[in-house]
């Protein structure tokens, strides 16, 4: 009976206890992506400054060549057996972006098996060929994660920074102890901004990214369809 009665009292304190156990966890975690997307938004600067042509690779490093007529230059040399060659011409056309030149680096890789082609698997190259696609389009998808998530966690954080420390807050109000209210709506507040400049800061560097990849992954479609395209279809 005793315990009936204690037990809305019991399952409170333990509410209350284990929320307000969280408040400094959500506070490091808060404090870490804060660190990460620093770090992202100079990483995203550089990618960006290098695909605008401000930032200079390698020294020595002048305007990219069209990418239409790299790959027609690329198309021919293939043909006559100077597939390194050919590779090679699209490597200094793309040099700032990351993506094709996984690509390219994985058609090099190719080379070998298509050399080794039999009557068994005479449809190995393409096989391959379309695998290459599919991991690269698997390292984008990766890369972009990353903020992807941070989009999310960032105000998912700071809205349980808000609300954790409005219990104790409300509490020390019922008390009339205006420095622990004051403390406590300090943390609520902040970590709300936190939360939400990690969120839209995340989404701004996600959104502009994965227009940039996009545009990667169509010029990888675009080589391979001048480059193989009869060879696919075979």
């Not at 690269?136 to 989009?151: A, G």
């Not at 999310?152 to 809205?159: A, E, I, K, S, T």
């Amino acid at each position: 009976m005793i315990l009936s009665l204690n037990l809305p009292y019991i399952l409170q304190s333990a509410i209350y206890l284990v929320s307000t156990s969280l408040l400094y966890p959500v506070i490091i975690i808060l404090l870490g992506m804060t660190a990460f997307i620093v770090i992202e938004i100079g990483m995203f600067s550089c990618e960006g400054l290098a695909r605008a042509g401000r930032l200079k690779l390698k020294i020595g490093d002048n305007k990219p060549k069209d990418l239409e007529k790299s790959v027609l230059e690329t198309k021919t040399l293939i043909d006559k057996g100077k597939f390194d060659e050919g590779i090679s011409i699209l490597m200094e056309c793309t040099l700032k972006k990351r993506f094709i030149h996984l690509f390219l680096d994985g058609l090099l890789a190719l080379k070998d098996k298509k050399e080794e082609k039999t009557s068994q698997n005479p449809d190995m190259f393409s096989i391959n060929l379309e695998k290459l696609l599919q991991k690269c389009d698997s390292f984008i998808t990766k890369r972009l994660e990353r903020t992807k998530v941070m989009v999310r966690l960032g105000p998912m954080f700071g809205l349980m920074g808000t609300l954790i420390p409005m219990g104790p807050a409300l509490l020390a109000l019922t008390r009339g102890d205006v420095d622990t209210l004051a403390n406590n709506l300090i943390i609520a507040f902040g970590t709300t901004v936190v939360g939400l400049l990690i969120g839209a800061v995340s989404y701004i560097v996600y959104t502009m990214r994965r227009r940039w990849y996009n545009d990667d992954m169509n010029d990888i479609k675009y080589i391979c369809e001048v480059l193989f395209g009869g060879e696919e279809r075979r």
